[in-house]
Each structure stands twice: as C-alpha cells, then as structure tokens.
T-cell receptor, first 113, second 116 residues
Framework: AQSVTQLGSHVSVSEGALVLLRCNYS??????LFWYVQYPNQGLQLLLK??????LVKGINGFEAEFKKSETSFHLTKPSAHMSDAAEYFC???????????FGTGTSLTVIP | DTGVSQDPRHKITKRGQNVTFRCDPI?????LYWYRQTLGQGPEFLTY????????KSRLLSDRFSAERPKGSFSTLEIQRTEQGDSAMYLC??????????????FGEGSRLTVL
C-alpha cells in the first residue's frame, strides 16, 4: 500500500525567503510522486512530478523537488517566496501497478510581506 | 478554456435527501476520477473510470453512493439518503493515459455538499 505524510499543516515564510514543504512517502514499489497546488476557490493543479530519470525535477513558478529514495522523501522547495505562492500544497504518490493517486493532508503556505 | 467542469458548485440539502453531482471531463480524456475532500484533509479516492468502465471503488464508497459514466464522457455521482458525514467537497479529475498512471490529473473546482 502507498501513503503520503506531509509534515507541517501550516508553514509561514517571509516574502523572498526559502520555501521548504516536506513530503515523505511509503511505497512497496517504485513510486511516482507529484506536487499539486490549490489556490483559493480553484481546483488542484500540477506543480511538478517525478516518474523516472533525474531525481531533481523542476516545475512551474520556480518550484522544484528532489526524489530521495534513501530518505523516502520528495520535498518541495523554492528559493524565494512570492506573495502569489500562498496556497495549499498537496503531495501525492502513485505506482505503475495501480491507478490510484494517494494524497497527503496538505500544507497551507502563508507568505508574510 | 474547456477544463474539467463540475455542477453544481454548491449544494445544501437536508439529511435523508438524494443528491447528484455531474462532472464533465476534458473531452479527449479517457480516465475520470472522483475524490472527496474534507476540511484539513487531502483528496481521498472514491472511484475511477476508464472510458465507461468503473474499474475501482474505494471502501469509502458505501452502498449509498453510486457513480456512472454511461458513454465514457460525463460522469455522475449520486448520494442517496444523505447523512451529515457526507458533507464534503467532491472533486472530479480526468486524465489522458494509457497503461501506467504517470500522467497529470486535471481537477475541476469541486462540488461542495452541505448536509443539514
């Protein structure tokens, strides 16, 4: 079975500071990993994904994430936070032998001016 | 922009009533998912269609819930005899995938259900 743990349901950073949102997964087979973002009153949209190949993946809006198999982690980072980054972020995992996507409980990011 | 659309966006109903939600996926997408999201939680998988075939159902989907995708296009999610615990955001997502599910899910804005 697969599962996702997001540490920190709320994260606050100052504008211009580093953003770090943590995601750890559990999977008995090689996982596919995703980060989705949800802005207020909008649907979830994909930020980035890891399937195979390079473990550092870049996404939209300057976000990137690194797949670390030894740590079972897929943390999301952005060097410099912008006010428009304030949103809910969800980490998700799936596997190639199934058709479900398992989501974490989400991290709400607040950017302080 | 013809993304995933859901209707209605908000539904308030009394306990015991039936409700139906509709999802129109992106037209060329063959896969359609229903998720439920409650406050402070991530989306929880309910069911999944490939074309018109319902291939997986979560244990969360009690016998009061039924989903259809009759022609492999739009889908409906019906909840019979609603209970207060059914209050949640119901999310629909679609994707265009063959074989393994490495692709992106495109979500609608959700249908919020409040059961009084």
């Amino acid at each position: 079975a697969q599962s996702v743990t997001q540490l920190g349901s709320h994260v606050s950073v100052s504008e211009g500071a580093l953003v770090l949102l943590r995601c750890n997964y559990s999977s008995s087979v090689p996982p596919y990993l995703f980060w989705y973002v949800q802005y207020p009153n909008q649907g979830l949209q994909l930020l980035l994904k890891y399937t195979t190949g390079a473990t550092l993946v870049k996404g939209i809006n300057g976000f990137e994430a690194e797949f670390k198999k030894s740590e079972t982690s897929f943390h999301l980072t952005k060097p410099s936070a912008h006010m428009s980054d304030a949103a809910e972020y969800f980490c998700a995992v799936s596997v190639n032998t199934g058709n479900q996507f398992y989501f974490g409980t989400g991290t709400s990011l607040t950017v302080i001016p | 922009d013809t993304g995933v659309s859901q209707d209605p966006r908000h539904k308030i109903t009394k306990r015991g009533q039936n409700v139906t939600f509709r999802c129109d996926p992106i037209s060329e997408h063959n896969r359609l998912y229903w998720y439920r999201q409650t406050l402070g939680q991530g989306p929880e998988f309910l069911t999944y269609f490939q074309n018109e075939a319902q291939l997986e159902k979560s244990r969360l989907l009690s016998d009061r819930f039924s989903a259809e995708r009759p022609k492999g296009s739009f889908s409906t999610l019906e909840i019979q005899r609603t209970e207060q615990g059914d209050s949640a955001m119901y999310l629909c997502a679609s994707s265009s995938q063959t074989g393994t599910n490495t692709g992106e899910l495109f979500f609608g804005e959700g249908s919020r259900l409040t059961v009084l």
